[in-house]
């Protein structure tokens, strides 16, 4: 009786085996026939559409004007960072900005603020680094 139930497994798996594979057969040509049908009854062939480009991140060491304001950040944190010109009314530079980094507070520096450390795409890094030369920034916790 063992061996006759041994060979009735075997028989069982080979024939998933086989049921699997058929299926998968059936199913790849379905997948290409399908779209050489539409194609062959006068139909557009399918529109590949390419992958949406990846946004590349990038470290952005930020100088806030307020350095206690940046000891309340942690890693992880959202912020927006807000330029304040003298000629005209504050601007959002970047929205949403993750915190990366909070590096120690330099010694002796006064009132020249905190560095902070943002993760952000790069057109918006450059956009940081443009106002940080013309304006003081400031950030609001998200």
Do not use: N
Not at 31 to 36: I, Q
Not at 39 to 54: I, M, N, T
Not at 97 to 108: D, I, L, M, S, T
């Amino acid at each position: 009786m063992g061996r006759a139930r041994g060979r009735l497994r075997r028989a069982v798996r080979r024939r998933r085996r086989i049921g699997a594979a058929g299926l998968a057969v059936v199913a790849a040509a379905l997948a290409v026939g399908g779209t050489e049908a539409r194609a062959s009854r006068g139909a557009a062939p399918p529109e590949v559409k390419p992958a949406p480009a990846a946004v590349r991140m990038v470290s952005a060491p930020v100088r806030i004007a307020d350095a206690a304001t940046v000891r309340l950040l942690r890693p992880g944190d959202r912020v927006d960072v807000v330029a304040a010109e003298r000629a005209g009314p504050p601007r959002v530079v970047a929205s949403g900005a993750r915190v990366a980094e909070v590096p120690a507070p330099e010694k002796g520096l006064g009132d020249a603020g905190a560095l902070v450390v943002l993760s952000v795409p790069r057109e918006t890094a450059q956009a940081l680094v443009g106002a940080g030369a013309v304006a003081r920034l400031a950030v609001t916790l998200c």
